[in-house]
């Protein structure tokens, strides 16, 4: 088997953990916690990174400092894994979904303006399978109406807009560890920013508002949570950020070989790149249109047969039951590539011939 997106580790994280074992700092408290913090912002230029329990933590802790709760509404798209639409309910605010782009698949930043009430607090948007959304637009909008951005980095960590990490141009950014991300910790997130206070704050939340005073005792001026990673953890993160340009370089060199193969192919729609972006392509995906001699699902299933992972693009959040009530706009190409869209096998370990012969099996009429 072919698998969709399994985790790289080719360097120091068995030496790293075991020096945790070795040490016993286990923990939440250590010195690589700190460490992958200060190394991770370091590389995506931000001011402040802190590290969380998972991609879903992050996010709520996100809301959290910016202090989006009841009452509130945040603009985000359907196409996307849930995890963004639930820490938006966690906080007690609505969802209000956007469409997509029917080209990059993310937010569709022209469409944002129509949804703005005088109850939206922020725009979430989710750069879905590595490609940025548009920044510029969503920023300047965010400006107009006095609205936070919370860019959902957890599958473009390597991405760049316009020369900048995505994660980086909003208020805070959020990325994930997950086994299948770029990078893994099994698993683990990180919230960026660049607003010292909001850094702050987030640290501050995130380890149940603990303050200690001079003999030692633990105080908590408000209500905290438990989100930190554990050192054990963060060591196998350090080690992974040391060959995060590497796995970058494949992913992308997996992008142009998959394209160079595919480009001809009646009824297969290709990913873009707009200009100023470099995407780092987490899931290399695919759109079957109606002129291919199979459906979605029945090319799934022929790839399955010859054994290769594929997965169908996320189905709309708006359509599953506990958001059927949310408010919307026009959802037309979202709902139409949950129908179309298919991520192909993107594991930074995969070989030209392992494309080749994905490729070749998606050419093939039967």
């Known amino acids: 088997m072919i698998p969709l997106c399994i985790p790289e580790v080719r360097s120091n994280e068995w030496k790293y953990i075991k020096e945790c ?39 709520e802790l996100a809301l959290r400092t910016l202090g989006v709760g009841e009452g509130d509404e945040v603009i985000v798209s359907s196409m996307t894994f849930i995890s963004p639409v639930n820490t938006i309910k966690y906080v ?23 949804l703005i009430t005088p109850k939206t607090k922020a ?26 951005v919370i860019e959902d980095s957890t599958e473009s960590l390597g991405s760049l807009y316009n020369g900048k990490a995505t994660g980086t141009i909003g208020h805070i950014g959020c990325y994930s560890f997950n086994g299948n991300k770029l990078i893994t910790t099994g698993a683990g997130g990180m919230l960026v920013t660049n607003d010292e206070k909001l850094g702050k704050k987030a640290k501050y939340l995130s ?33 992974q950020l040391e060959n995060i340009d590497e796995y970058i370089e494949a992913k992308r060199n997996h ?8 480009k001809d192919v009646k009824g297969i729609t290709l990913p873009v790149e707009r200009e100023g972006i470099k995407n780092v392509n987490w899931l290399y995906s695919i759109v079957v249109e109606e002129d291919y001699y199979l459906t979605r699902d029945e090319l799934i299933a022929k790839l399955k047969k010859n054994g290769i992972e594929s997965r169908p693009f996320f189905m709309a959040v708006h359509k599953m039951p506990p958001y ?32 080749k012969k994905i490729c070749e099996i998606i050419k093939q009429e039967e």
């Open 255 to 262: 992008f142009a070989l998959y394209n160079s193969l595919l």
């Open 207 to 239: 380890t149940q508002t603990k303050t200690v005073l001079e003999n030692g005792a633990f105080y908590h001026e408000q209500i905290g949570y438990n989100f930190r990673m554990p050192n054990i953890v963060a060591a196998m993160g350090c080690a």
């Open 123 to 148: 725009i979430l948007p989710v750069h879905i399978y590595g490609h940025p959304a548009d920044m510029d637009k969503i920023m300047k909008i965010a400006k107009k109406y006095n609205l936070y």
């Open 324 to 355: 059927v009530k949310c408010k919307h706009g026009t959802m037309d190409i979202t709902e139409e590539l949950e129908n179309r869209g298919i991520n192909l096998p993107s594991s930074v370990g995969l070989t030209k011939d392992d494309i």
């Open 21 to 59: 074992l070795d040490t016993n700092w286990v923990s939440s408290v250590g010195s690589y916690v700190n460490k992958f913090e200060e190394d991770f912002a370091k590389y995506v230029d931000a001011r402040t990174a802190v590290v969380t329990m998972n991609g879903t933590a992050a996010l």
């Open 92 to 114: 007690g605010a609505e969802p209000i979904f956007v469409d997509v782009c029917n080209d990059t698949w993310v937010m569709d930043a022209d469409k944002i303006e129509e």
